[in-house]
Structure formats: C-alpha cells, structure tokens
C-alpha cells in the first residue's frame, strides 16, 4: 500500500490498539475519531480510503454504515467489534461491509484485512485510477465540503483540472456512479444526519440546507434514495425516540 491511503478509525476505545496499529500500518495515515458525528464530517470532507468502524450494543454500527457505504460505495469498511453475533456478521455483510473482525485485535488479521480491502478498492483499474486520483480527489473533496452550495459540473471539473467529459467518466469508473447521482448521495445523507440530530428543522430547510433548490425535487430524491419521504422518516425517528 502507497503512503497516501488513509484510515479513518472510528472507535471510543481506540486508544488500546491505536499505537500497534499504527506501528503495523506504517504507510497509511490513521485518523481517529471518537465521535461518529466528526467521523461524518470527516469522512464528506477528506478523501478516505478505508473505514474501521467499532459496533458496541450501546453505539451500534449499522446506522452509521448505512450512510458511509450510501454515500461512498467505492470505500470498504471493515466492522469491529467485541460483541460478535451471526446475526450482526450477516446484517453488516449485507449493508456492504468489507470484512468483520471480533477484538481483541489480532494484529496479523486486521493488517491483513486492510491489506486486502484496500487493494480489492484500487486493484480493479489500478493504472487508470492513479492517473487520475490527484484530480477525483480534489473533486470529491470540494463537493463534500461545498455540497450546500450550487455545484456545476463545470465548475468541479476545473477544480479537478479535467475536462467535463473525463470527469464524468472517471466518476463513473472510479466510483460507480455518475456525478449528480454522488452529489445527490452527500446531499441525502447530510439530511438523514440532520433528521437524526432531530434537530427541529422543517423539511424544506433541510432540503435547502442540504443544496437543494426545492423541497419537492428534495422529497423525490430522498424517497428515490431511502424508498420512505423524509416526513415519514422523520416521524418514525420520533416514534422511535419515544420508545
């Protein structure tokens, strides 16, 4: 693995493996974050290339998963955790993570496991992404730090400095989707972020607050994306508080 890649850690309790990870993961850059909320803020406004992501019974993964593999498919997290079950091995594998590890750590297996999942990420078209990460990762970075602003595709391709056209196919190469689907993927999950905050916001702030011009185009894009309208994904997070 190249220097470049870097590991976003989201753990309350890293600070017992951190140092030994580190040690193992010399050419990666660690992050940590204690916080899933700074994690999120982290993950839309950096270039990350690997999530390890802790799941507690009191601070369960599956949420947090949900938004991070919704908004970047292409980065792999691998789930940890010391509460293991089959049924939580099946429900995460199913939410699209990489790999699941049961701690205490064994070194050996979780340097392996970022071995493998970095490599599977870059591995496909190795070439042609390295040719063009410098530009995709100015671009992803700008568009998850300004998603609340109107962004043209003009304008994130000179802050890429690529053509409109080899950004858009590089988009779709690299990550899978094409350019207005992954604005609209950050656009969304910020608002799922902002509906669990409960945060008493009405649903055409949030849109708006989110880079949408207008609530409809909002609610149909939110719907399209979650399968539920944000009022009723609002009221069902009451519902749940309430219980």
Partial sequence: MGKRHTILLIDSDAGEYYQNLVAKARDCRVIVEKSKQKACEFFFRNNVDLVLLDHTPDD?????????????????????????SEELAITVFRNGASDYLKKPHNTKELRHSIEVAIGRKYGLDREAFNQSLDGMSRAI???????????????????????????????????????????????????????????????????FACGFTNQYHFARMFKKMTKTCPRDFKKALIENRLH
């Fill in 60 to 84: 369960p993964c599956t949420d947090l998963l949900q938004v991070l593999r919704f908004v970047a498919p292409s980065v792999p997290v691998i789930i940890m955790t010391a509460y293991g």
């Fill in 141 to 207: 970075r700008y568009i998850n730090g300004n998603y609340c602003l109107p962004l043209r595709l003009a304008h994130i391709a000179r802050e890429a400095g690529m053509s409109v056209s080899c950004l858009e196919r590089t988009f779709k190469k690299t990550l899978g989707v094409t350019y207005s689907r992954y604005l609209n993927k950050v656009r969304i999950a910020r608002a799922i972020q902002i509906l669990e905050e409960g945060a008493e916001f009405s649903i055409g702030e949030i849109a």
